[in-house]
T-cell receptor, first 110, second 111 residues
Framework: QKEVEQNSGPLSVPEGAIASLNCTYS??????FFWYRQYSGKSPELIMF????GDKEDGRFTAQLNKASQYVSLLIRDSQPSDSATYLC??????????FGAGTRLFVKA | KAGVTQTPRYLIKTRGQQVTLSCSPI?????VSWYQQTPGQGLQFLFE???????NKGNFPGRFSGRQFSNSRSEMNVSTLELGDSALYLC??????????FGQGTRLTVV
């Protein structure tokens, strides 16, 4: 089992819709969770981080964490074509090591 | 505030050669970590440094090494290059929290 699992996609949503990206993880000791966005040919860009169970909202983005079920998700409201990118889920536990999922490709259709 | 700076941006090397990549973290950030990104494997953790000490190392062969200097700048070295080492090498810096900020990466091609 991979440490961080994401559906590779592509996930295709129409402009203005809600995009829902999911991630599951195996290490129950994980403490910090992150979502990065990566455009083709560019480096990952941090868009959200969450440490506690529940929801965290930042503009059009909402991160959701459920440690009991070992999943973290990212909702993008009012999706725009500019949101088309690969979204990487990452987590950090003890040991000073951040593990990344393989990423989900999102395509927002205009 | 300047971001994470990686040099060079692009590099072409021949099998068997060695290469050194450089990373200057965001000012005030003392932690630097390195990743290898390939289409097939995604982002793979190489190592992390804090105050000149390696805190953790990923599952890469000993040909991959790194170091960090007193000014927090970091270098990674790959010796005896193989074709499979062709990848985007990313450096990320942290301040006191866990949030990492990436540089633009060095695209290494081994021919």
């Amino acid at each position: 089992q991979k440490e961080v699992e994401q559906n590779s996609g592509p996930l295709s949503v129409p402009e203005g819709a809600i995009a829902s990206l999911n991630c599951t993880y195996s290490d129950r000791g994980s403490q910090s969770f992150f979502w990065y966005r990566q455009y083709s040919g560019k480096s990952p860009e941090l868009i959200m981080f969450i440490y506690s169970n529940g929801d965290k909202e930042d503009g059009r983005f909402t991160a959701q964490l459920n440690k009991a079920s070992q999943y973290v998700s990212l909702l993008i409201r009012d999706s725009q074509p500019s949101d088309s990118a690969t979204y990487l889920c990452a987590l950090r536990g003890g040991g000073f090591k951040t593990i990344f999922g393989a990423g989900t490709r999102l395509f927002v259709k205009a | 505030k300047a971001g994470v700076t990686q040099t060079p941006r692009y590099l072409i090397k021949t099998r068997g050669q060695q290469v050194t990549l450089s990373c200057s973290p965001i000012s005030g950030h003392r932690s630097v970590s390195w990743y290898q990104q390939t289409p097939g494997q995604g982002l793979q953790f190489l190592f992390e440094y804090f105050s000149e000490t390696q805190r953790n190392k990923g599952n890469f062969p000993g040909r991959f090494s790194g170091r960090q200097f007193s000014n927090s700048r970091s270098e990674m070295n790959v010796s005896t290059l193989e074709l499979g080492d062709s990848a985007l090498y990313l450096c990320a810096s942290r301040q006191t929290g866990d949030e990492a900020f990436f540089g633009q990466g060095t695209r290494l091609t081994v021919v």
